[in-house]
């Protein structure tokens, strides 16, 4: 972190806008962060914030009415939204990859795994056929999928959700990227199988210098996953520092909300500390800052979209009054 | 891209603040959005209401022997008659006008059409709801009877009723509604399967709400879409079965002649050069049916909840 | 609620002399898939297909008191969701009895019956497929009152607002169709829709799953807060172990088809007994946790059409004997009021 080699993403002031039938939904809006190699980076955010949008933006994959609007995606110094759409082709599945939260976005159902693993590695690799073969196998062993040679000779519906989500990752891994964006790849699955699944991934950025970006709308899997969080609100990042320092001592009144919903953060059977109102709409939102409605810290001056300032050494937080009482609570 | 989706959703609706937004007028608005379904409709419009006053708008009764003058046959479109009036679209072999043939066609050719269509509707959608609710031996029954149907050749279908029944237009009704039931029927079945497992059939069961009231107000209502697209198309399927019937003789009776009859009529003078006997039916028949499947078209892809969001 | 307590003169008095609220006595559920006729005649050919049967809820027994809010957990395919549905009396069980405040449900005259099945409602977990899409929120939520006269006509307008008010939605809103509400906003519509007929019992399955983490809180305080307010029972089905342990004074805990252990909430969080339960527990992540190596379950949820011989968790189970494949453990009291499957205990009891 301390600035010497660049980071392996870095996204600058990305706006991304969706031009709709009854008007312009700003899903992504003024969203800058950046994930250094081998760090893993929690995007958190209920529906609606933007937190998909995102991770669709940076692999270039905002279909219209959608389109970036403005800002920078650098990936290793070169700016994505200035690459053509066959270089952008080459990045993707090469040294940038997806996983998305229903693996059949990645697996094609009337192909068997190998025919499809061999394609994607010789799509991007000039290597023998033998070779290739090789490497699919070694991806699935990486993913803890037990006889992968076997398993190689199966197409997707003869494997259970959570194979199907480890073979996707093995997909994504092929080529030993330099990123990857995993959209909520664990919600569908049971807990059990989010923990195998968990417990893989971990081991994987921790060996192979991988930057990874996990989107989730679940901070207790990003908890114990990150390294740093990014929460999301309405389009905006809303606060951003390490795990410990969001989840120990949230600053933003919306992080302090959401950590407060989460029912172990409750006493048993006492009313869990709920957030009022609903998510507003991102048709024609309003300006100024997007929470004020449910908000019990807003005051009048929230009229005014607030910046994204650093209140505290290393903390970013786009508010006027954050929970500062908190953090100084913490440092006395 | 389920999160994207999502994304979206919670993006579009939940303003209208000032009007309550009735699924039937977001169906309109969509709909509205093909200015060829709109086209379409306008077209049938015009044809519908040109059918139902066709006495008041028609400058002759064309079924009404005494107005027919066998001087007039087949006249080419434009001379004046000696009833004082001018052939726009000619005469046929008995000195009838065209142009109120046409019209006076168009009245048995669309009321056969829409009726057999609703009949068979109505029969058809009672079925395969009641298959799909019932389940087991009633739903095989009722499902090999659709399959029974639907593997003959509905013109072969047809054609064997009237043979059978005679001709008339109650008669050719009767035959349409015979070869048609069944697609409403599968329609309706396929569609049911699938909303009486949904949780709101569920909730109603939960209620204790009569059986009665589950089918017809819960479970038919959420059935209704595609069975409107089927039914639209059945109309146009109708039109030009009765046509195509009618045309070989054994359809509507020769002294009320629908479009398809009209244009048998013409078919002998083709070649001597009268050809708007014939063909201006034809027209009318074309305009028909295609303004009919255009906004069976539209109908399809709004109503259809696969390409919906 | 007040023609409950008259029924029984002296509920409070005598506890343990009253019938639990709801009672299952070895309740199954089975769902066969018959052979078609080319199915029938492709096996006489030899081919190896066969009539699928799958038991996907096998021999339970389970009892709720009054006032009581048990949460039932499992991952998918254990047979939470049909055992809730069997519960609420929208699916007949294949084997065993449900009593209903003591009396078998399936031997009630028809009127009996009626009024027993409303009194147990259901609140579902899609909160877009558990509303008619065609019907004004009015109408979800007054229809059932209106057709069993509990209300009257003339009263339905009241009736109705009072209902949402109560589930925390404006009434103003009435005239509107469900695609014009929020996934929190559906879920207070259906919530209201079954108080709307007074239930003293309500089942829960995966009631808050599909919403939001902000929203799910205020629909599990409004729960909390209908309980109190109406001396409601639940039944609450999640996959959600922060959830149930928060909300629940019982667990159950569920796996392929069968209970596991059942135990006092902060029993089965502080001391689970079976090895599932506790690997269940280690594999939930938490919010507490930091940087930390997520403890691992071996293997897969095997399919509950072929569920494994003996414990079914046998082939997961770090612990695992020949007995476990042999022989199905039975459901014991190993303490007060905590029950589990799992014949380590008889050894452990053995031993001592």
């Known amino acids: 972190m301390n600035g010497t080699a660049p980071p392996t993403l870095e996204v600058r002031n990305l706006r991304t806008h969706f031009f709709t039938r009854a008007g312009v939904v700003k899903a992504v809006d003024d969203v800058s962060f950046s994930v250094p190699r081998g760090k893993v980076l929690g995007l958190v955010g209920e529906s609606g914030s933007g937190k998909s949008v995102t991770g669709f933006s940076v692999m270039g994959l905002v279909d219209p009415p959608g389109r970036v609007v403005s800002g920078e995606i650098l990936f290793q110094g070169r700016d994505l939204t200035k690459l053509s759409e066959e270089e952008m082709r080459d990045l993707r599945g090469n040294r940038i990859a997806m996983i998305f939260q229903d693996p059949m976005m990645t697996l094609n159902p009337v192909l068997r795994i190998d025919t499809q693993m061999i394609e994607t590695v010789l799509a991007h690799a000039r290597v023998?056929?033998?070779?290739?073969?090789?490497?699919?196998?070694?991806?699935?062993?990486?993913?803890?999928?037990?006889?992968?040679?076997?398993?190689?000779?199966s197409y997707p519906h003869q494997f259970s959700g959570g194979m199907r989500q480890r073979v996707a990752i093995a997909i994504a891994l092929l080529h030993r990227p330099e990123l990857i964006i995993a959209d909520e790849p664990t919600t569908a699955l049971d807990v059990t199988i989010q923990g195998q699944i968990l417990a893989e991934v971990q081991k994987l950025s921790a060996t192979t210098g991988t930057a990874l970006i996990w989107i989730t709308h679940d901070l207790s899997v990003v908890a114990g996953l990150a390294d740093e969080i990014?929460?999301?609100?309405?389009?905006?990042?809303?606060?951003?520092?390490?795990?410990?320092?969001?989840?120990?001592?949230?600053?933003?009144?919306?992080?302090?909300?959401?950590?407060?919903?989460?029912?172990?953060?409750?006493?048993?059977?006492?009313?869990?500390?709920?957030?009022?109102?609903?998510?507003?709409?991102?048709?024609?939102?309003?300006?100024?800052?997007?929470?004020?409605?449910?908000?019990?810290?807003?005051?009048?001056?929230?009229?005014?979209?607030?910046?994204?300032?650093?209140?505290?050494?290393?903390?970013?937080?786009?508010?006027?009054?954050?929970?500062?009482?908190?953090?100084?609570?913490?440092?006395? | 891209m389920s999160d994207l989706a999502l994304d979206r959703a919670a993006a579009v609706p939940s303003v209208a603040q000032e009007r309550v937004e009735t699924p039937f007028r977001r169906f309109v608005a969509e709909f509205a959005e093909s200015k060829l379904a709109l086209l379409g409709l306008g077209v049938f419009v015009v044809?519908?209401?040109?059918?139902?006053?066709?006495?008041?708008?028609?400058?002759?009764?064309?079924?009404?022997?005494?107005?027919?003058?066998?001087?007039?046959?087949?006249?080419?479109?434009?001379?004046?008659?000696?009833?004082?009036?001018?052939?726009?679209?000619?005469?046929?072999?008995?000195?009838?006008?065209?142009?109120?043939?046409?019209?006076?066609?168009?009245?048995?050719?669309?009321?056969?059409?829409?009726?057999?269509?609703?009949?068979?509707?109505?029969?058809?959608?009672?079925?395969?709801?009641?298959?799909?609710?019932?389940?087991?031996?009633?739903?095989?029954?009722?499902?090999?009877?659709?399959?029974?149907?639907?593997?003959?050749?509905?013109?072969?279908?047809?054609?064997?009723?009237?043979?059978?029944?005679?001709?008339?237009?109650?008669?050719?009704?009767?035959?349409?509604?015979?070869?048609?039931?069944?697609?409403?029927?599968?329609?309706?079945?396929?569609?049911?399967?699938?909303?009486?497992?949904?949780?709101?059939?569920?909730?109603a069961h939960c209620l204790a709400l009569p059986t009665r009231r589950i089918l017809f107000r819960h479970l038919l209502p959420n059935c209704m879409p595609p069975l409107i697209v089927v039914a639209?198309?059945?109309?146009?399927?109708?039109?030009?079965?009765?046509?195509?019937?009618?045309?070989?003789?054994?359809?509507?009776?020769?002294?009320?002649?629908?479009?398809?009859?009209?244009?048998?009529?013409?078919?002998?003078?083709?070649?001597s050069g009268k050809y708007w006997i014939s063909f201006y039916p034809g027209i009318a028949l074309l305009i028909t049916i295609v303004s009919i499947n255009l906004v069976g078209d539209q109908l399809r892809d709004v109503l259809n909840p696969r390409l919906r969001k | 609620m007040s023609s409950a307590t008259l029924d029984r003169p002296q509920p409070q008095a005598a506890p343990d002399a009253a019938p639990p609220m709801v009672e299952l006595r070895g309740v199954s559920r089975r769902f066969e898939k018959k052979l078609d006729f080319a199915g029938k005649l492709a096996r006489r050919l030899g081919a190896p297909v066969r009539e699928e049967v799958v038991h996907a809820v096998d021999g339970v027994d389970l009892a709720i008191r009054r006032g009581e809010v048990v949460g039932l957990v499992g991952e998918s395919g254990c047979g939470k969701s049909t055992l809730g549905r069997m519960v609420a009396g929208i699916?007949?069980?294949?084997?065993?009895?449900?009593?209903?405040?003591?009396?078998?449900?399936?031997?009630?005259?028809?009127?009996?019956?009626?009024?027993?099945?409303?009194?147990?409602?259901?609140?579902?977990?899609?909160?877009?497929?558990?509303?008619?899409?065609?019907?004004?929120?009015?109408?979800?939520?007054?229809?059932?009152?209106?057709?069993?006269?509990?209300?009257?006509?003339?009263?339905?307008?009241?009736?109705?607002?009072?209902?949402?008010?109560?589930?925390?939605?404006?009434?103003?809103?009435?005239?509107?169709?469900?695609?014009?509400?929020?996934?929190?906003?559906?879920?207070?519509?259906?919530?209201?829709?079954?108080?709307?007929?007074?239930?003293?019992?309500?089942?829960?399955?995966?009631?808050?799953?599909?919403?939001?983490?902000?929203?799910?809180?205020?629909?599990?305080?409004?729960?909390?807060?209908?309980?109190?307010?109406?001396?409601?029972?639940?039944?609450?089905?999640?996959?959600?172990?922060?959830?149930?342990?928060?909300?629940?004074?019982?667990?159950?805990?569920?796996?392929?088809?069968?209970?596991?252990?059942?135990?006092?909430?902060?029993?089965?969080?502080?001391?689970?007994?079976?090895?599932?339960?506790?690997?269940?527990?280690?594999?939930?992540?938490?919010?507490?946790?930091r940087k930390r190596a997520f403890s691992v379950v071996q293997g897969e949820i095997p399919s509950p059409l072929n569920p494994p011989s003996g414990c079914h968790f046998h082939p997961r189970c770090p612990h695992a004997m020949e007995r476990c494949k042999a022989e199905r453990p039975r459901l014991r009291e190993i303490a007060p009021g905590h029950r589990s499957a799992c014949h380590l205990n008889d050894a452990a009891a053995g031993t001592a």
């Open chain 1, 128 to 153: 023998s056929r033998e070779e290739a073969r090789q490497r699919a196998r070694d991806a699935l062993g990486m993913v803890g999928i037990p006889s992968p040679e076997e398993r190689l000779q």
């Open chain 1, 230 to 332: 990014a929460v999301m609100y309405a389009g905006r990042i809303v606060e951003h520092g390490t795990v410990a320092e969001v989840l120990d001592r949230p600053l933003h009144p919306y992080t302090v909300g959401l950590i407060g919903s989460v029912p172990s953060r409750n006493r048993r059977g006492e009313p869990l500390r709920q957030i009022p109102g609903m998510t507003p709409s991102l048709l024609n939102l309003p300006p100024g800052c997007p929470f004020r409605a449910r908000c019990p810290r807003a005051a009048e001056d929230c009229r005014e979209e607030p910046p994204m300032r650093e209140v505290v050494p290393g903390r970013d937080v786009r508010c006027f009054r954050p929970h500062l009482e908190a953090a100084e609570e913490a440092t006395a």
């Open chain 2, 47 to 203: 044809i519908a209401l040109t059918a139902i006053f066709a006495p008041w708008l028609a400058p002759q009764n064309p079924y009404d022997l005494g107005q027919l003058d066998i001087m007039d046959g087949r006249m080419e479109p434009g001379t004046v008659g000696g009833a004082g009036f001018t052939f726009w679209l000619g005469t046929d072999d008995q000195g009838r006008d065209m142009l109120s043939g046409i019209m006076y066609g168009l009245r048995i050719s669309l009321s056969v059409g829409a009726g057999s269509a609703l009949i068979a509707c109505f029969i058809g959608a009672s079925l395969g709801l009641l298959a799909a609710y019932a389940g087991g031996r009633t739903d095989s029954l009722i499902m090999r009877l659709v399959d029974l149907q639907l593997s003959f050749p509905a013109i072969l279908a047809a054609l064997m009723i009237l043979a059978f029944l005679g001709k008339g237009i109650l008669n050719v009704v009767i035959a349409l509604v015979l070869v048609e039931w069944a697609y409403y029927a599968r329609t309706v079945r396929g569609t049911a399967l699938v909303e009486r497992r949904r949780e709101y059939i569920e909730a």
């Open chain 2, 232 to 271: 639209t198309m059945q109309v146009a399927r109708a039109i030009a079965l009765e046509a195509t019937l009618s045309f070989l003789g054994l359809g509507v009776p020769i002294t009320e002649p629908s479009l398809g009859l009209l244009i048998a009529n013409g078919y002998e003078y083709m070649l």
């Open chain 3, 91 to 289: 699916l007949p069980p294949t084997a065993g009895t449900i009593l209903r405040d003591g009396r078998d449900v399936a031997t009630l005259p028809p009127a009996e019956a009626r009024e027993i099945k409303l009194r147990t409602q259901m609140i579902f977990q899609d909160p877009y497929a558990s509303l008619n899409p065609r019907m004004r929120v009015a109408d979800i939520v007054g229809e059932a009152p209106l057709v069993h006269g509990i209300v009257a006509r003339s009263e339905f307008d009241a009736y109705v607002d009072e209902q949402l008010r109560r589930a925390g939605l404006d009434p103003a809103f009435k005239r509107r169709y469900p695609h014009q509400f929020s996934g929190g906003q559906r879920q207070r519509i259906g919530i209201a829709r079954a108080l709307a007929v007074k239930p003293d019992f309500l089942v829960c399955d995966e009631a808050v799953a599909a919403l939001d983490v902000s929203i799910q809180a205020q629909i599990l305080n409004l729960f909390m807060a209908l309980r109190r307010e109406l001396d409601l029972t639940y039944l609450f089905i999640s996959h959600d172990l922060g959830v149930v342990e928060h909300l629940s004074d019982r667990v159950v805990i569920m796996y392929l088809g069968r209970v596991l252990e059942e135990a006092p909430a902060e029993e089965v969080f502080r001391r689970p007994n079976h090895p599932y339960t506790q690997s269940l527990l280690a594999s939930v992540p938490r919010i507490e946790a």
